[in-house]
């Protein structure tokens, strides 16, 4: 049974850092392509980045652009999300999410597997 946990959030002043971990137990992370979504109280789903495992290919969502950074660690079976230059609007509960397809992308419908969520609060 594939699942995957998410780690590394919590409370940063604006301006600060947060890296998040996904870890994937029951599989290979090399099967599956992974997402990084968010959903702050009140608001819908959002892709954030995401990383295909059939290619290496890595996308970003345009708010996030220059300041995350998707990486994976395929020894570690884990992908991470480095969060620079936090603002208060990145305040959200994110979620990892993992697609049989091995493909990138910011839908959440395409993804098959999705983790708990951990909660980053950024606030002075």
């Known amino acids: 049974q594939v699942q995957l946990v998410e780690s590394g959030g919590g409370l940063v002043q604006p301006g600060g850092s947060l890296r998040l971990s996904c870890a994937l137990s029951?599989?290979?992370?090399?099967?599956?392509?992974i997402g990084w979504f968010r959903q702050a109280p009140g608001k819908e789903r959002e892709g954030v980045s995401c990383l295909s495992s059939s290619d290496g290919s890595t996308y970003y969502a345009d708010s996030v652009k220059g300041r995350f950074t998707i990486s994976r660690s395929n020894a570690r079976n884990s992908v991470y999300l480095q969060m620079n230059s936090l603002k208060p609007e990145d305040t959200a509960v994110y979620y990892c999410a993992a697609d049989l397809m091995r493909k990138c992308g910011l839908g959440a419908s395409m993804y098959d597997h999705w983790g708990q969520g951990t909660q980053v609060t950024v606030s002075s």
């Open positions: 029951g599989s290979t992370l090399v099967y599956y392509g």
